[in-house]
């Protein structure tokens, strides 16, 4: 979708959460994923070699998940100038724990 469509279908997908409805989306678009409550990340890759559930929880969780193809791809969309590291990594990089 063009940009402003994927704004536009955001906004009612939002409408139908605030008006008590149960929404489920099946996305590769960051926009979409890093808007969700909750996301259940299938993988680690597709066909024969996908269909586990490698990681669950908010956009922020999943994007700490080191084993998450998602979570990497979502690092750059949630922390722009991370290069993909999680916080978590950066800070052991940094000398923390």
Do not use: M
């Amino acid at each position: 979708l063009h940009f402003e469509d994927t704004r536009r279908l955001l906004n009612v997908l939002q409408r139908l959460v605030d008006a008590g409805s149960t929404v489920v989306v099946i996305e590769h678009n960051p926009d979409v994923i890093k808007s969700a409550d909750h996301i259940i990340d299938l993988g680690p890759e597709g066909g024969e070699d996908g269909g586990t559930v490698v990681a669950t929880g908010t956009p922020e969780e999943i994007a700490e998940n080191e084993r998450s193809y998602t979570g990497k791809f979502l690092r750059k969309f949630l922390w722009p100038g991370s290069g993909g590291t999680s916080r978590a990594a950066e800070t052991r990089t940094a000398g923390g724990n």
